[in-house]
């Protein structure tokens, strides 16, 4: 890769890490995962709110952990905000490294795949209601 390409890949890395889209929470999140790197303490948690059809409405992270880490997990919620279900699970380890740009060691890459690895399950993780039975079970 040239010189000048790697700092364009840089550049970006740094700016998802800095100015992170949709870092915070859903407000009204109905599928969530988070997941850790025991090896580097990195953590992230992504938050869905899908639709009947699917779609990602909503889609938020939080994490803590390296530039790495953090950044990868902002490119994948902006990559997939407003998409289908079916998008992110077709959506590739390889097309994760590839999306992220920068060249990577091997342990370096597991830094940029665990938001993809939270994303991955959070389609399959639907999240409990807190306040789902106050109301019809209370008529006594």
């Known amino acids: 890769m040239a010189p000048d390409e790697e700092e364009i890949y840089q550049e970006h890395v740094l700016d998802h890490y800095e100015d992170p889209y949709h870092r915070g929470h859903a407000t009204h999140c109905t599928h969530a995962h988070e997941d850790d790197n025991p090896l580097c303490g990195d953590t992230v948690s992504i938050e869905l709110n899908i639709d009947g059809q699917g779609r990602l409405q909503e889609a938020w992270f939080e994490g803590d952990g390296c530039c790495i880490s953090q950044a ?46 939270v994303l991955q399950a959070a389609v399959f993780s639907p999240v409990e209601k807190a306040d789902g039975d106050s109301g019809e079970e209370s008529q006594s």
């Not at 990559?79 to 077709?90: A, Q, T, W, Y």
């Not at 097309?95 to 690895?117: I, S, V, Y």
Request: glycine content about 4%.
């Open 72 to 117: 990868s997990a902002s490119m994948l919620i902006e990559r997939f905000d407003g998409k289908m279900v079916d998008e992110v699970r077709r959506f590739t380890a390889e097309d994760m490294l590839e999306l992220f740009g920068a060249k990577l060691t091997p342990n370096r890459q597991k830094c940029c795949l665990l938001p993809w690895r």
